[in-house]
């Protein structure tokens, strides 16, 4: 799964346009997208959804260590397993996660590292329980915390998460929100340079952004060309291509993992101009 589309839980009508969408997973908010004084009605909103399985769907509910986030919790916890996992905001420690995995068992659980506090307990929320499927950054409460002001104070907070996510046996993270929705160019290099960081696939908040991240997680056909070569030559130990590539087993598994990604079928094709029309 490489797309990722939020859409508000108090606006029905944009969550079942993401579903008839082409993301891969559709997060339905109860927690940023909605105002205060609609989470009642954003509750209420997906229950009706979770009355039927949605198996693309994740559901983000609001800090859990408040009462509206144990509110979502119960609300969720009485369709669990109707959802596709939930997202855990503003986690700081591992009884976070033990306290959310008890409250909704069974449901896979994707943890959000939104602190200085959590991003150093990186290791710790991703291994705290067998729910746990990703984690990743929120990065916009990130770079509050830090004081950070631009993307290149955030390397280090996404190395961190890349390796805290493989260190406990969990797929790569997924990218956080590119929140100028309308700057595709901008989004398309920070995709490359979180793709070459670690991160596979990436959260949206505007349909116009999933085709650019697509494009740009998609391996390009030089990639599938070398990879290609590399798989020819395996079974035969390790060896040195013609050009000069050398070959093992962990190069073979990093070239399968690249041709398993250029099967994908791409979602749409990527809107030409740098600019994306208001939602």
Same mark, same amino acid.
């Given at each position: 799964?490489?797309?990722?589309?939020?859409?508000?839980? !108090?606006?029905?009508?944009?969550?079942? &346009?993401?579903?008839?969408?082409?993301?891969?997973?559709?997060?339905?908010?109860?927690?940023?997208?909605?105002?205060?004084?609609? &989470?009642?009605?954003?509750?209420?909103?997906?229950?009706? #959804?979770?009355?039927?399985?949605?198996?693309?769907?994740?559901?983000?509910?609001?800090?859990?260590?408040?009462?509206?986030?144990?509110?979502?919790?119960?609300?969720?916890?009485?369709?669990?397993?109707?959802?596709?996992?939930?997202?855990?905001? &503003?986690?700081?420690?591992? !009884?976070?996660?033990?306290?959310?995995?008890?409250?909704?068992?069974?449901?896979? #659980?994707?943890?959000?590292?939104?602190?200085?506090? @959590?991003?150093?307990?990186?290791?710790?929320?991703?291994?705290? !329980?067998?729910?746990?499927?990703?984690?990743?950054?929120?990065?916009?409460? #990130?770079?509050?915390?830090? @004081?950070?002001?631009?993307?290149?104070?955030?390397?280090?907070?996404?190395?961190?998460?890349?390796?805290?996510?493989?260190?406990?046996?969990?797929?790569?993270?997924?990218?956080?929100?590119?929140?100028?929705?309308?700057?595709?160019?901008?989004?398309?290099?920070?995709?490359?340079? @979180?793709?070459?960081?670690?991160?596979?696939?990436?959260?949206?908040?505007?349909?116009?952004?999933?085709?650019?991240?697509?494009?740009?997680?998609?391996?390009?056909?030089?990639?599938?060309?070398?990879?290609?070569?590399?798989?020819?030559?395996?079974?035969?130990?390790?060896?040195?291509?013609?050009?000069?590539?050398?070959?093992?087993?962990?190069?073979?598994?990093?070239?399968?993992?690249? #041709?398993?990604?250029?099967?994908?079928?791409?979602?749409?094709?990527?809107?030409?101009?740098?600019?994306?029309?208001?939602?």
């Amino acid at each position: 799964m490489l797309t990722f589309l939020y859409a508000p839980a !108090d606006r029905p009508a944009l969550v079942a &346009k993401a579903l008839a969408g082409p993301a891969d997973v559709v997060i339905v908010d109860l927690e940023d997208a909605v105002a205060a004084d609609g &989470k009642g009605q954003a509750r209420a909103e997906l229950v009706r #959804l979770l009355a039927s399985p949605q198996p693309r769907v994740q559901v983000r509910v609001n800090d859990v260590r408040t009462i509206c986030g144990q509110a979502d919790l119960r609300a969720v916890g009485a369709l669990c397993s109707n959802t596709a996992g939930i997202r855990v905001p &503003k986690v700081e420690s591992a !009884d976070d996660v033990r306290d959310v995995a008890r409250a909704v068992p069974g449901v896979a #659980l994707h943890p959000l590292l939104e602190s200085a506090l @959590g991003l150093e307990r990186a290791y710790e929320i991703a291994s705290a !329980d067998p729910a746990v499927a990703s984690i990743g950054l929120g990065e916009a409460d #990130l770079r509050a915390d830090l @004081g950070v002001s631009d993307e290149a104070g955030l390397a280090w907070a996404r190395s961190r998460v890349v390796v805290a996510a493989r260190a406990a046996g969990l797929p790569a993270p997924v990218q956080s929100v590119y929140t100028d929705f309308r700057d595709l160019e901008g989004l398309a290099e920070s995709c490359r340079v @979180g793709r070459s960081m670690g991160f596979r696939g990436r959260a949206a908040i505007h349909p116009a952004q999933l085709a650019v991240i697509e494009a740009a997680y998609r391996p390009t056909e030089e990639e599938v060309t070398a990879a290609n070569e590399v798989v020819a030559a395996a079974g035969v130990g390790a060896v040195a291509l013609p050009d000069g590539r050398f070959v093992d087993e962990a190069v073979v598994r990093q070239a399968r993992s690249v #041709l398993a990604d250029a099967l994908r079928t791409p979602a749409t094709t990527p809107t030409p101009t740098g600019r994306c029309p208001a939602p």
